[in-house]
């Protein structure tokens, strides 16, 4: 191959494009002609035009000038696109394109995409709560003890795993009881607990001190209290 075309190729830089945005332009509000735009004014920008013309744009593309401009409107209107004036240093006034509304349009989707995820994640895990809890308790839970369940999810905004971590505690400690879970979920609130991590050190820490011996035989005291691994399901 020739070495000049090879250099030539160099020379007329290349732009880069993330894969998200080409995984994500749909969803966005895109299509395939107003990303081909965007990609060659990207093209422009890259080689020291900030500012093309449509007519100058409509050369590289199939859509004419007059489409150009049309597109070119809708993207500024659509917030993908900006003009932006700045000065040079003679004092001379000009405009540039910027696609920073673009990148942030793209940011705004995955903000959107992830929250949404958080959320059926959060859903599943309070369906999957109340399941738990009938199973735990062997039999259908009352509206009280649904109505406490709400209220520690919405009210006391607890995560569902340190509640079902608490019922585990419960269960462990042969009280199985809404208040004695709700005891248990006030004290690592107040001690600010806040992690499956968290919750295991207190219960360790709660049963090292409910140990004690009681008699004075040294086997006696030499007893431990199982330990319950809140990590296994």
Not at 86 to 113: C, K, N
Request: glycine share 4%.
């Amino acid at each position: 191959m020739d070495k000049d075309i090879i250099v030539s190729w160099m020379e007329a830089g290349m732009i880069q494009v993330p894969n998200l945005l080409l995984q994500k332009y749909k969803q966005i509000g895109l299509d395939e002609k107003e990303l081909a735009l965007l990609f060659h004014i990207m093209s422009f920008i890259e080689s020291g035009n900030g500012f093309p013309t449509p007519e100058q744009l409509a050369e590289r593309m199939t859509i004419n000038t007059s489409e150009c401009s049309t597109q070119l409107r809708k993207l500024v209107q659509m917030q993908f696109l900006s003009i932006e004036e700045g000065m040079s240093e003679d004092g001379i006034h000009f405009e540039t394109y910027s696609i920073s509304p673009l990148w942030v349009r793209l940011a705004d989707e995955l903000q959107f995409e992830k929250k949404q995820s958080d959320l059926k994640h959060t859903l599943h895990e309070e369906n999957n709560l109340y399941t738990i809890f009938e199973q735990e308790f062997g039999r259908p839970l009352s509206p009280m003890e649904c109505e406490n369940l709400a209220m520690w999810l919405d009210d006391d905004g607890q995560d569902p795993v340190l509640i079902k971590a608490a019922l585990r505690e419960a269960v462990l400690a042969g009280k199985l009881s809404f208040r004695y879970i709700d005891r248990i979920l006030f004290n690592w609130k107040r001690n600010g607990v806040r992690t499956i991590e968290q919750a295991r050190m207190q219960g360790i820490q709660f049963r090292q001190k409910s140990k004690q011996p009681t008699r004075s035989a040294s086997e006696e005291s030499s007893k431990t209290i199982p330990f319950y691994n809140w990590l296994e399901p």
